[in-house]
């Protein structure tokens, strides 16, 4: 596959990720373009319409009703239940704190509000790459203390000589 192609196919799994969460691209009330405005808000160009996709749709409803469950939001809204479990888990909405908590740790299974980890597992998940990469660091400083960054120094009596 050549770049480009690759490129090509980058975009419409882009442009693909977008059509799930139904952003509004025409304007309902006088058919101008809805711009995007931030946060799932879209604003028509001609009239000043607003709205929004599923992702505002989810967070308004959520901000205005703290502790919905996601069957309440998703009956509310319109937007599926799968849609909304994807939001939380790409960390883009978030369930207020006394809310009936439907999320799970994917490592050690207790309810988490956003995101696939809870804090205790993310850190320590955090801490095991640290390791790796210092781990991967000390091999490089013993293994490779020979080799010298050519390009520093060819750069430096480049300058010198002028
Ligand atoms: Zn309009
Ligand atoms: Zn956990």
Redesign the pocket.
Known sequence: MSSREEKTANLKKGLMDFGNYNIPTICAECGGIMIFKGVGEYKCEDCGHLDYDDYGRARNYIEKHPGATTAQVSEATGVTQKSIRDMLKEERLEIAPNSNAFLT??????Q?RSGR??????N?YHRDIEERARAARNINLSGFGTERPIGEEGSKRFTRER
């Open positions: 740790c994917e490592i050690c299974g207790r988490i980890y809870c804090s205790k597992c993310e320590a």
